[in-house]
């Protein structure tokens, strides 16, 4: 139970499975977590109802099964099921990962320490406030995803789907693979974009994704009323979501809708690193924050690496690359290979990541949401826990909050149980816009512990220390 | 430095201590400033469990539990003063507060402590109930079976500690003052009988000054004059889910927010300036706190935290006047939401005023001095 790993991988996708692999073949004692019950991560495996989503609209089965038995065979130790919900740097500098593992009913909870550190943990589903969004049958493409995978859906209802990039069509095709008819797809992806993301076009048409991305366009196209250059996006109750208004055409137009899925593009899920102690920094072209991180995937803190859509959403090609380049590093900083045994190692993967990010610049362009979708202003709300708008927000700027974290502690929003996934970016691009400062300088939400809940009684059930009885139980008197 | 613009205060701290001596001196308009640090600084405001508590305070120091009962019989002045004008319910309850024993050798410590407290001279004694198991199991449904009791004291209340913090603000904002956020100070350079504030943001000249920067005090205090030599003293917080309401007046380390969460606290540990989270501590406060209600074991925790305290050597508030820089003043405490209304009500009068009265000489700084046989 107190062994120290060399590694932990956190995310069994295909960056961390090759992650995971790759280290384990160069003798370190690596564990692999993963909150699913199989390895596969969030584009090979099941969706979960976690807030995650499969952020491609590949995944050839052959190959995935392949990385899966590798890593099978590599001697790397999984726990699946397996929930991370704490990190921490010790002063001795090893890690600490705090995991909640087994069957929900029968979870138990335990510290491992660790030597180093790969974070990938994947993507997760862009902020989309637009008005009424928080109604019920508003859904997120995560949510439409189980959906569609675990209930009965009943085909009587109209669906409506509304956003840009490549998982909404895939979404869009998995609907109707199901037998399951749309309305409408509401393509929001601005007319203005795709002109300037121009330049890039010619890498984008080379890249591996490009073909089967366009045929998933066409066969959606053929059997579903695609409405593009959407904008005034609104959903409209009063209980629940029962009609959607937006303006396409010059004109406004009105849809009947029982179910509005939302999805926008997926951004890094910092969450982990966040609360670790990395150093993240604003992209300004895909509006979002990445780690800060090296040619090795290595972020501002010594043995702590992020690979895969973690570091900066690439996609599957690159997150496996991504995975062994980091590995290699991890290899090479506990002594298991020299550099120069790392460096001819990683010529590789470094040419796969290249082809894969081929054409990543052009999608980069197109697919960042207008302004108008990620800033939103009024009565919209911005954090569905808490139920704060976008006023707000702006109001609480007003009184004095001059960052992120002081206009949660006025207004709280990311302070619910989802630590600010679903409003982080929205109150960032807010606050930055209204203090005209830029959204390095408005932050992000100081996260905390727990990055994923547990229950109270499992976390009384982690070992105690005599210093921290001693800190807890309270003097006297005050 | 030349400053560009002016007040007649410049309160140093938008956190609970200066946001309510802003407030106190919000009649002043135009004429007062709030000068406060960027988005990440160590705050304590952020990190406070909202106690409005009397019970066990001044012991060592009899004055200081007549200015805490003080400040806590004028809360509801200031929660009716804050909703008026602001619209912001600090959702103040003062049903009292109990401090529960899991050991009959904690609760006869207890007693004993309060016996000791109430005996000093000088000291403005106040009703105090000692409950035993059934007393207490009475009073909070849902008990655990080994708490062996409590005591008790009508005085004791809570208040939601962000709602406060905004209302201050929104409410001084609203009377006109001014707010500079993003203006750590780095220097005071007393001019005359005026000082001129150097900060990140661009120089602030100012009449008088109030020091009610927390633990930034120590480093400031120096430089008008004054000694404020507080240390970090690191609090842990845990906050569950909303649960249905089953706490209906708060206990020392639990209470039950108007929101419906639940927040567990408060550790205590000198590890200086550290606001890194200890499991082991976690899973103490985790553990006390299903002793005292067990049912909360499923509840899930959606956040911890820890935060600092401002402490003096004996952990009282610092509250004195320069005698060389006659216009600055220094306040500091750790227990901000508690005498929130005596920094309204007393201390920035006494401001506004350019002298602090006799009732506030026990607090000053020159304490530690004698004590140290300066």
Known sequence: ?478 | MTPRESFDVAVIGGGLVGAAVGFGLRSLGPRLVIVDEGDIAHRAARGNFGLIWVQGKGMGLAPYGTWTQRSARDWPRLAGELLRETGIDVALGQPGGIHVCLTAEELAQRVAALEALRAQPGFRRYAVEVFDRAGLASRLPGLGADVAGGTYCPLDGHCNPLKLLRALHAATFRAGGAHRAGHAVTRIVPRGSAFTLETDGGAIGAEKVVLAAGLGNAALAPMVGLDAPVRPNQGQLIVLERVPRFLALPLETIRQTDEGTVLIGDSRQDVGFDESLGPDVLAAMAARALRVFPALEAARVVRAWAALRVMSPDGFPIYEQSATNPGAFVATCHSGVTLAAGHVYAFAPAVAAGGLPESFRPFAARRFAMRDGR
């Open chain 1, 1 to 478: 139970m107190n062994i120290v790993y060399d590694l932990a991988v956190i995310g069994a996708g295909p960056a961390g499975l090759v992650a995971a692999t790759v280290a384990a073949r160069h003798a370190l004692a690596t564990v692999l977590f993963d909150d699913q019950a199989a390895p596969g991560g969030q584009i090979y495996g099941p969706p979960t109802a976690g807030q995650n989503v499969r952020p491609e609209t590949q995944g050839g089965d052959i190959r995935d099964a392949a990385l899966i038995d590798a890593f099978r065979q590599s001697g790397a130790t999984p726990v699946f099921d397996a929930t991370v919900w704490a990190a921490r740097r010790r002063e001795d500098g090893l890690y600490e990962i705090g995991v909640a593992y087994g069957a929900p009913e029968a979870r138990s909870v335990r510290i491992t320490s660790v030597r180093a550190v790969i974070i990938a943990t994947g993507a997760l589903g862009r902020p989309f406030p637009v008005p009424g969004g928080a109604l019920p049958g508003v859904l997120t493409a995560a949510d439409a995803q189980v959906l569609l995978k675990t209930t009965f859906i009943d085909r009587t209802r109209r669906f409506v789907l509304a956003g840009t990039g490549p998982l909404l069509w895939r979404l869009a095709s998995q609907f109707l693979d199901a037998g399951i008819g749309l309305e409408a797809l509401l393509d929001t992806t601005s007319r203005g974009r795709q002109w300037r993301a121009l330049p890039a076009a010619w890498d984008f048409a080379r890249a591996p994704n490009f073909l089967r991305g366009l045929a998933e366009g066409r066969a959606v196209r053929r059997r579903v009323q695609v409405i593009a250059n959407v904008t005034g996006l609104e959903a409209r109750g009063p209980g629940r979501v029962e009609e959607v208004q937006f303006v396409a055409a010059g004109g406004t137009h009105v849809l009947p809708a029982d179910l509005l899925v939302l999805h926008q593009g997926v951004v890094p899920d910092i969450n982990l690193g966040s609360v670790l102690g990395c150093a993240h920094r604003w992209n300004d072209v895909r509006a979002c924050f990445e780690p800060i991180v090296d040619e090795w995937g290595g972020s501002t803190l010594p043995g702590v690496f992020v690979a895969g859509d973690a570091a900066g959403v690439a996609g599957s090609d690159a997150a496996e690359a991504r995975g062994q380049i980091a590995a290699l590093a991890v290899a090479n900083a506990l002594g298991r290979i020299d550099a120069r045994a790392r460096d001819v190692a990683a010529v590789r993967p470094r040419a796969a990541l290249r082809r894969a990010l081929r054409g990543q610049a052009f999608l980069d362009a197109v697919q960042r949401p207008a302004d108008a979708f990620r800033i939103p202003r009024g009565d919209t709300v911005v954090c569905r826990c808490e139920v704060v708008t976008a006023q707000d927000v702006v109001d609480a700027v007003r009184l004095g909050a001059s960052g992120s974290n002081q206009v949660k502690a006025f207004v709280r929003c990311g302070m619910g149980p989802c630590q600010g996934r679903f409003c982080g970016l929205t109150v960032t691009e807010l606050v930055a816009q209204e203090c005209r400062m830029s959204p390095d300088a408005a932050g992000y939400f100081r996260l905390r512990w727990p990055v994923k809940p547990i229950t109270l009684g499992e976390l009384a059930s982690l070992p105690s220390s005599p210093e921290a009885d001693r800190a807890v139980a309270r003097g006297m008197l005050s």
